[in-house]
């Protein structure tokens, strides 16, 4: 099993930024790789990042590609989501994911409660 905890949301205004963390236990972290989602109210969960385990390959929904960064640390057992240049359409509750690789149909195996991120225009 893995554990995973969500912090760092908020309200901000438009063009700010945002620091989300995710803490992990329950498994070697630097086995995991990790993945953010975000769900907007009435819309399905959607893909927005991902890390492997080595941190050495990112992927990026092209709607937070080159304004959003995913990083690890793992001898914190940590994964973020470092959030710039916020847009209304940003606000979301944010889930940090565990386990599986990027695909098509990537759909980790393990999810945290969420965070609420909720950008004012």
């Not at 989602?37 to 092209?62: L, M, T």
Request: charged letters at 15%; a positive charge; one cysteine or more.
């Amino acid at each position: 099993q893995v554990q995973l905890v969500e912090s760092g949301g908020g309200l901000v205004q438009a063009g700010a930024s945002l620091r989300l963390s995710c803490a992990t236990s329950g498994r070697t972290f630097s086995s995991l790789n990790m993945g953010w989602f975000r769900q907007a109210p009435g819309k399905e969960r959607e893909f927005v990042a991902f890390i492997d385990n080595s941190g050495g390959i990112r992927f990026y929904a092209a709607s937070v590609k080159d304004r959003f960064t995913i990083s690890r640390d793992n001898a914190k057992n940590t994964v973020y989501l470092q959030m710039n240049s916020l847009r209304p359409e940003d606000t979301a509750v944010y889930y940090c994911a565990a386990d599986g690789y990027y695909s098509a149909n990537y759909y980790p195996q393990y999810w945290g409660q969420g965070t609420q991120v909720t950008v004012s225009s």
